[in-house]
Nanobody, 120 residues
């Protein structure tokens, strides 16, 4: 059973940094694509960053140059380093995973989320 558990959220001031972690279990981590999403109440879910099984990455324009997605295959853990945080980054962040052969269809496995709050 695939399980994703996020951690690392919290409250910071504008310009600060946080590192989110997503501990994955229940599948062969290296054969999955992974991603980070965020969703504020009443708003659509937004893709923040993604990393494929070959290590290629992609980012939303709103976070390019500020956020970095990475992974440690030995620890089955996905990370999101968030620097230069802005108040508009405040929301719930979710980790997602999918088997690499189905990544083009979207992510089917989701964590419970971790809250990030950035104060001005």
């Amino acid at each position: 059973q695939v399980q994703l558990v996020e951690s690392g959220g919290g409250s910071v001031q504008s310009g600060g940094s946080l590192r989110l972690s997503c501990a994955a279990s229940g599948y062969t981590y290296s054969s999955y694509c992974m991603g980070w999403f965020r969703q504020a109440p009443g708003k659509e879910r937004e893709g923040v960053a993604a990393i494929d099984s070959d290590g290629s990455t992609s980012y939303a324009d709103s976070v390019k140059g500020r956020f970095t997605i990475s992974q440690d295959n030995a620890k089955n853990t996905l990370y999101l380093q968030m620097n230069s945080l802005k108040p508009e980054d405040t929301t719930m962040y979710y980790c997602a995973a999918e088997d690499v052969v189905r990544c083009h269809r979207g992510f089917g496995y989701w964590g419970q989320g971790t809250q990030v709050t950035v104060s001005s």
